[in-house]
């Protein structure tokens, strides 16, 4: 993550002494903070040859791997937490990536930028794509292949049978928990598997 008051709100919901699976950690400086001000372990998995040397020369476990091919390597519920932090809009199997993170991990933490926030929508209502801070491409020129909003994000976790432990968004480095559809940035879930049927459900979704 590029915003330091984002990636703390979110170092904050990863327990201490977790072993923590990283999604396209970028340049390795969350689990970095993680392993020296949380006491956690794990790995981080990342594609970017500039991107797996950071992690490197930060002291970082990195996997160099395309998320697209899946996380077939790691077995279920090998890790405590496992982050996809905005990642979500650079992949082409969005739903197949988040049932694959509930299956490695106990608890799945996402974030995403929030194409629903109201300068967005402004913008759109005005006739033209957004540029933004967490949006900070022009249309023509953009890695993002999809944008979402908060509320998809509710409804596309109910059909991959996940449950959503804890929902809010965020503005400028603060929670925001009313209306964050509208008001907030950044969209952050926490989730974990559903039941017996929802398992069903996912099997079905991943073949």
Known sequence: MSDRKDMELI??????????????????????????????????????DANVLACTQRGVN?????????????????????????????LRNTEKMLIETARVGRVGIVSFPNFAHWPNRASIAAGRMPVTKVLPYQW????????????????????????????????????VRRWPNLRASVAVFRFQRGGVEANAQRLQLAR
Do not use: K
């Not at 990863?14 to 699976?21: A, D, E, N, T």
């Open 62 to 90: 990195v996997i160099q791997l395309n998320l697209e091919e899946g996380l077939a390597l790691f077995e279920d519920q090998s890790f405590d937490v496992v982050l996809q932090l905005d990642t979500l809009q650079h």
């Open 140 to 175: 023509y020129d953009t890695p993002n292949i999809r944008v979402g909003t908060y509320a998809d994000f509710e409804v596309l976790a109910r059909r991959g049978g996940l449950e959503i432990l804890e929902a809010f968004g965020i503005q400028r480095g603060r929670v």
């Open 11 to 48: 170092a904050e919901m990863v327990p201490p002494g977790s072993r923590v699976l990283d999604l396209g950690c970028g340049n390795g400086e969350l689990l970095a903070h993680l392993q020296q001000q949380r006491q956690c372990t794990g790995y981080g998995i990342e594609l970017a």
